[in-house]
């Protein structure tokens, strides 16, 4: 609007300047030109509303491509930063699976190495009861057993095999049993001896020097234990002589059958374990 008002102004003095001098010819060109003028005026002042426009617009989307630009940025630095922490969970985890990779192949290779010792063991085990049932056969029909049990060789006298009723002396049948019990043990020096003595549930009578069920059945052990270490000579170091009394029966019904079952001496032979308790250790 100022530019159209300065445009008059300026024509408006001229024509007064001149106003005598004009020729009606001119006077109408000034009036085209006056004209002209205003109608420059009117685009010029368009074209300026459209440039403030558009740059009130520009100024606008500058602005929000600024706040666009930097909520990209942020979740950027966000991202950069979730990634360094994904890239140091990865790494971390990644060494602790090789880790446990190393681990467990570790142990897997002592578990092979336990399982290859027992089945060894197993073998040994199964292999020393087939010699004894050779070696004790002709005692079998006289109340001698053997059987395999958790790993262990269980050798088992009655005994009427072993003793006179009530007495803790071997008798000759005993002893000849224990003899050939003895010259298998003699060539097996890796394993243990338990010598394990029980009763039936009766109460002792009239016995002297033995008390009671715990008694007989100690002392029963201890006379089959020397018998093997000092007459046998079966090493005294992988013996083991218990009483168990009547608290450890085959068969607990209450009959002579039963009784006679649970009056017994014990030969339990386990195989020493110190290797295979040393791999587990490790």
């Given at each position: 609007?100022?530019?159209?008002?300065?445009?008059?102004?300026?024509?408006?003095?001229?024509?007064?300047?001149?106003?005598?001098?004009?020729?009606?010819?001119?006077?109408?060109?000034?009036?085209?030109?006056?004209?002209?003028?205003?109608?420059?005026?009117?685009?010029?002042?368009?074209?300026?509303?459209?440039?403030q426009a558009d740059t009130a617009r520009l100024h606008h989307e500058i602005a929000e491509l600024k706040g666009k630009y930097q909520a990209l940025n942020d979740k950027y630095h966000t991202l950069d930063s979730n990634y360094t922490a994904l890239g140091n969970n990865y790494n971390a985890s990644s060494f602790k699976v090789s880790q446990l990779s190393t681990d467990l192949r570790a142990r897997e290779a002592r578990l092979k190495q336990v399982e290859d010792i027992l089945h060894k063991q197993d073998e040994a085990t199964n292999a020393l009861k087939d010699k004894l049932q050779q070696a004790l056969l002709g005692f079998q029909q006289s109340g001698l057993t053997v059987d395999v049990r958790n790993g262990k060789v269980y050798v088992s006298l009655a005994d009427?095999?072993?003793f006179p009723s009530g007495s803790i002396v071997i008798n000759e049948k005993g002893k000849s049993a224990l003899q050939q019990l003895a010259a298998v043990l003699n060539k097996q020096p890796d394993i243990n001896i338990a010598v394990e003595g029980h009763t039936d549930d009766k109460k002792v009578i009239n016995l002297g020097q033995i008390k009671d069920n715990w008694d007989l059945s100690v002392l029963r052990a201890t006379s089959v234990t020397r018998y093997l270490t000092e007459t046998e000579n079966v090493d005294p170091h992988r013996l083991t002589a218990?009483?168990?009394?009547?608290?450890?029966?085959?068969?607990?019904?209450?009959?002579?059958?039963?009784?006679?079952?649970?009056?017994?001496?014990?030969?339990?032979?386990s195989p020493k374990l110190d290797e295979l308790y040393n791999l587990i250790s490790k």
């Open positions: 609007m100022k530019i159209k008002y300065y445009l008059l102004a300026a024509i408006l003095i001229t024509t007064l300047h001149s106003c005598v001098m004009l020729s009606p010819k001119k006077y109408k060109a000034m009036l085209a030109d006056r004209d002209s003028l205003q109608n420059r005026s009117s685009s010029l002042e368009a074209q300026v509303s459209s440039l009427k095999l072993l218990t009483g168990k009394s009547q608290f450890q029966p085959n068969d607990p019904a209450n009959t002579e059958e039963a009784r006679a079952k649970n009056r017994r001496i014990e030969i339990v032979l």
